[in-house]
């Protein structure tokens, strides 16, 4: 009964924050809020909040600490990695409505936005200025920046421009502990430590960024796209290595197997080659001459490695069409398979033709049909296994040539993630890249942050502890929703263990 008045006299504080219509308590609107973009972990928030100022989120925030409350900021919840699912017992702080870019400098090329904008709105803003921002996810038609800057997201063009981090100049973030501070600045020239940087990739574990102040680049003078199909899938591999070694760099160079083609037919009708084994996408942007020269070397680089066909993009919209299949293949395998799982393992470029004839061979090993897409130009691995998701026992064995694929890029010398993050789904393979001391001191910088771990709890650390000794836990246990199960103990999450979801699908975090 105590819990439960506790609980009643914190939702009712909240609702003094927030007018009617930004506070769901609603079964039926937690419901939405229950996964993120890998929907086989869900767990149910005791309330959501959707506010549209930073004040709001301040006062959120203070009345989280002051209760003990977990929270976790959320944008369209396109994470891969289970990072955006709510803490059971804790609130999710839903950020879509502070959306507005709040100022835009064409001169000193830089745009100030609140979290909740979505990726692509800034380059559409940016336009009329022969501007834009380089980042570009796949999903970037919907993901938010506050998003990105929480998975430090890449896209296909990160090769030549690299990540969010490198285009975030500043922002300001509401800490756990109810306070607002300003890190970074407008230039990329700041005293001090890299804070942006500390902060650009800490999934959310240090607060909540309310504002980011990106930096904007010139259009390019000249793009030119090719397409080339190849056989194999290696043959495609050893394309990009020539390139590669030709010496040049392009924006962009992606690959797509068969599966991958099909699923992006089915989807959206891109006009891939139909008798190809892969294909590579390969865009080179600059100066005009100097893509001009690259463009023919890379022509001779490409007939010299034994495609089928190649394509060269006329225009914008044939560009554009090229693009499309790849930018959609992720929701495209929607069209061929009930359920997947996405992985985000990262591999020594040198070695990404071992890398898929392993996947290949464990794939066949485990029983499940794998479709292949990466940013082959830095080795990021996006295999997607297709599945059924209405079988529990089925989820569990698409987990685990999920986490033999991770473990094969740990052995060739690789990363468990390139722009997804670790989240919930791959924080136990933390351990096999870094030393217990190395994890401690990622610990400590994380509290010192937000001492009694409320933000974002339980992920990426794959025991996260209690808080230390002398600050309460502040797990409220008590307040979880029927069906949703609570840890036993603050801020700790055992292993995930498979429970039917809504329609048979999902896990509730345990």
């Not at 870094?434 to 025991?463: H, Q, S, Y």
Request: hydrophobic letters at 45%; a negative charge.
């Amino acid at each position: 009964m105590a819990a439960e008045a506790e609980k009643g006299s914190f939702l009712t504080a909240l609702s003094r924050i927030y007018p009617p219509g930004s506070l769901h308590t609603d079964p039926a609107q937690l419901a939405a809020y229950e996964c993120d973009g890998l929907t086989v972990f869900r767990a149910r928030p005791v309330a959501v909040v959707l506010p549209t100022r930073r004040e709001q989120v301040e006062a959120t925030v203070r009345l989280c600490r002051d209760y003990g409350v977990p929270f976790v900021a959320r944008g369209s919840g396109t994470s891969l990695s289970g990072g955006a699912v709510p803490v059971p017992g804790g609130i999710v702080i839903a950020l879509n409505r502070m959306n507005r870019i709040l100022h835009l400098d064409p001169a000193d090329r830089l745009a100030v936005v609140e979290p909740g904008v979505v990726n692509l709105q800034i380059s559409r803003a940016a336009a009329p200025y022969g501007l834009y921002y380089a980042p570009d996810p796949s999903s970037q038609v919907i993901c938010t920046i506050g998003g990105n800057v929480s998975f430090n997201s890449g896209g296909a063009h990160c090769l030549k421009y690299g990540m969010t981090a490198n285009h975030v100049l500043g922002m300001k973030v509401v800490l756990a502990t109810g306070e607002t501070v300003t890190i970074g600045g407008s230039s990329l020239d700041v005293a001090g430590p890299d804070l942006p940087g500390l902060f650009t990739g800490a999934e959310g574990q240090f607060g909540v960024v309310v504002e980011v102040t990106v930096r904007l680049l010139p259009r390019p003078e000249a793009v030119r796209t090719v397409l080339a199909a190849y056989r194999r899938l290696d043959q495609a591999g050893d394309a990009v290595g020539a390139v590669v070694k030709a010496g040049l760099l392009p924006a962009a160079m992606e690959i797509m197997d068969r599966l991958a083609m099909d699923a992006a037919e089915a989807a959206v009708g891109a006009g891939y080659p139909r008798q190809a084994g892969a294909l590579l996408i390969v865009e080179l942007d600059g100066p005009a001459g100097e893509v001009e020269a690259d463009f023919r070397r890379l022509m001779e680089v490409i007939a010299a490695s034994g495609p089928t066909e190649v394509r060269l993009a006329e225009d914008e919209a044939e560009r554009q069409r090229l693009w499309k299949g790849r930018k959609s293949a992720f929701s495209a395998v929607g069209h061929i398979s009930l359920g997947y799982l996405v992985q985000d393992g990262v591999v020594p470029r040198t070695r990404l033709g071992e890398a898929l004839a392993r996947i290949e061979e464990l794939a066949a090993r485990h029983g499940f049909r794998v479709a292949n897409v990466f940013h082959a130009g830095d080795g990021n691995l996006h295999p997607l296994i297709l599945f059924d998701d209405r079988s529990p026992e089925t989820v569990e064995r698409a987990e685990e040539l999920a986490a033999a694929i991770i473990e094969t890029c740990i052995e060739l010398g690789g990363s468990i993630t390139g722009e997804h993050g670790v989240g919930l789904e791959k924080r136990r393979f933390l351990p096999r890249l870094f030393d217990p001391v190395t994890l401690d001191l990622m610990r400590r910088i994380r509290r010192t942050f937000d001492p009694l771990e409320l933000a974002n709890r339980g992920k990426v650390f794959p025991d996260e502890p209690a808080p230390p000794a002398g600050i309460p836990a502040g797990e409220p246990a008590a307040w979880g929703q029927a069906g949703v199960a609570v840890p036993a103990g603050a801020g700790s999450l055992a292993e995930p263990t498979p429970v039917p979801g809504p329609a048979g699908r999902g896990r509730d975090v345990r």
